[in-house]
Nanobody
Framework: QVQLVESGGGSVQAGGSLRLSCAAS????????MGWFRQAPGKEREFVAA????????NYADSVKGRFTISRDNAKNTVYLQMNSLKPEDTAVYYC???????????????????WGQGTQVTVPS
C-alpha cells in the first residue's frame, strides 16, 4: 500500500511563501505522475498542479500559474509545491496525489489518481 505524507503547511501572511512536501512510500516513484489538490471550507476539492514521472512536464490551474511551482526529487521519493505570493483565497487543505500513470497532459489536471495523502492545512489570513 502506498502512503503519501504531506508536510510544510501553516499560517502565513498574504504575499508570503510556503513550501509543501509530500513523501511517498513504495517503489518506482519515478513511474508515476504526482499532483497537488486543495479543498477550501464548503467547496469541492480542486486541482492545483501536476508533474510527470520524469519531472520534465508540469501543468497548473490558472489560479496558481506564475505563483506556484511543482517539482520532484525522484531519488528522495518526494514531490514539492513552492507557493509564493500567497493570497487569502489560497487558504485550504492541500492534498498530495499519485496517478496510476507516468504522464500528464499539457492542459491542467492529473488523471487516474490512485492514492491520496491525508492533507496539510494552509492558512492565509485576510
Amino acid at each position: 500500500q502506498v502512503q503519501l505524507v504531506e508536510s510544510g503547511g501553516g499560517s502565513v501572511q498574504a504575499g508570503g511563501s510556503l513550501r509543501l512536501s509530500c513523501a511517498a512510500s513504495g517503489r518506482s516513484f519515478s513511474n508515476y505522475a504526482m499532483g497537488w489538490f486543495r479543498q477550501a471550507p464548503g467547496k469541492e476539492r480542486e486541482f492545483v498542479a501536476a508533474i510527470a514521472g520524469s519531472g520534465f512536464i508540469t501543468n497548473y490551474a490558472d489560479s496558481v500559474k506564475g505563483r506556484f511551482t511543482i517539482s520532484r526529487d525522484n531519488a528522495k521519493n518526494t514531490v514539492y509545491l513552492q507557493m509564493n505570493s500567497l493570497k487569502p483565497e489560497d487558504t485550504a487543505v492541500y492534498y498530495c496525489a499519485r496517478s496510476a500513470i507516468s504522464t500528464v497532459d499539457v492542459g491542467p489536471g492529473l488523471r487516474f489518481v490512485s492514492f491520496w495523502g491525508q492533507g496539510t492545512q494552509v492558512t492565509v489570513p485576510s
